[in-house]
């Protein structure tokens, strides 16, 4: 029986040789990039660095990032990594 969520292509490898590679179709892919997309705006209650006491988990991981750089380049004292509890549909 065929998988309905499934593409298989046929790709080359290298100059003598051809493989095979399975992809989601392209109503799957749109439907995880979407909801891909929401979560990563779902709100955290974590407080961004200047204002505001909530932010998305985009913001947040950004602004991770930027804490993170900091410490490896010795501009902050301590690293301390704000980690929200996530929770997965």
Known sequence: MKN???????E????DKKGKRQYLNDLKTADLMRKLNLYFEGKVEIPRIKHGKKQTLETLINEE????AK????EGETRI???PFLYFL
């Open 4 to 10: 309905a969520y499934f593409v298989i292509k046929t």
């Open 12 to 15: 080359s490898l290298s100059r």
């Open 65 to 68: 990032a930027l804490l993170f």
């Open 71 to 74: 410490y490896l380049r010795d």
């Open 81 to 83: 990594p704000r980690i």
